[in-house]
T-cell receptor, first 112, second 111 residues
Framework: AQSVTQLGSHVSVSEGALVLLRCNYS??????LFWYVQYPNQGLQLLLK??????LVKGINGFEAEFKKSETSFHLTKPSAHMSDAAEYFC??????????FGTGTRLLVSP | SQTIHQWPATLVQPVGSPLSLECTVE??????LYWYRQAAGRGLQLLFY??????ISSEVPQNLSASRPQDRQFILSSKKLLLSDSGFYLC??????????FGSGTRLTVV
């Protein structure tokens, strides 16, 4: 079975600071990994995904994530936080036709 | 393009009342469809998924049921709502081998 663990239910940063949201996965086969963002009372929007190939994946809004097989991690980063980045972020894992399994989410708070 | 429509956006229902949430998709045929629930302070939990008309798989035992009467329609139902059914319900569609698209969600409050 596949699963993801997101460390920290809340992360607080100042505007302009580095954003780091952690995600570790468990999978018996090479995983497909995703980061989604959710703004209040809205659906999920895909930020980026890793399937195969380059392990550093760039997404929308300046976010990127690196797939590290040796660490079973897929942490999300952004060099400089913006107030509009405040939202909830979900890491997810799947493989091919299997179901998409989400982590419990991390709420990002950005202060001026 | 592939679009998911969910309604209503918000719903307040008394305990013991029935529930019907509808999800319809556009732009593809025979999609894999999913219902997720997000409870307050918790992550996204997969409730049901469907790979075709009349084919429903349940992930967790609960007070809810799902049906797929048409290729592009996925319905979440309950005969009698519980307080614990409150949450944010999201419909999702698998768009290709790697991609999923989500609807805008329904905020259900059971009072």
């Amino acid at each position: 079975a596949q699963s993801v663990t997101q460390l920290g239910s809340h992360v607080s940063v100042s505007e302009g600071a580095l954003v780091l949201l952690r995600c570790n996965y468990s999978s018996s086969v090479p995983p497909y990994l995703f980061w989604y963002v959710q703004y209040p009372n809205q659906g999920l929007q895909l930020l980026l995904k890793y399937t195969t190939g380059a392990t550093l994946v760039k997404g929308i809004n300046g976010f990127e994530a690196e797939f590290k097989k040796s660490e079973t991690s897929f942490h999300l980063t952004k060099p400089s936080a913006h107030m509009s980045d405040a939202a909830e972020y979900f890491c997810a894992v799947t493989r091919g036709f299997q179901k998409l399994v989400f982590g419990t989410g991390t709420r990002l708070l950005v202060s001026p | 393009s592939q679009t998911i429509h969910q309604w209503p956006a918000t719903l307040v229902q008394p305990v013991g009342s029935p529930l019907s949430l509808e999800c319809t998709v556009e732009g593809t045929s025979n999609p894999n469809l999913y219902w997720y629930r997000q409870a307050a302070g918790r992550g996204l939990q997969l409730l049901f998924y469907s790979v075709g008309i009349g084919q429903i798989s349940s992930e967790v035992p609960q007070n809810l049921s799902a049906s797929r009467p048409q290729d592009r329609q996925f319905i979440l139902s309950s005969k009698k709502l519980l307080l614990s059914d409150s949450g944010f319900y999201l419909c999702a569609q698998k768009t290709d081998t790697y991609g999923y698209t989500f609807g805008s969600g329904t905020r259900l409050t059971v009072v």
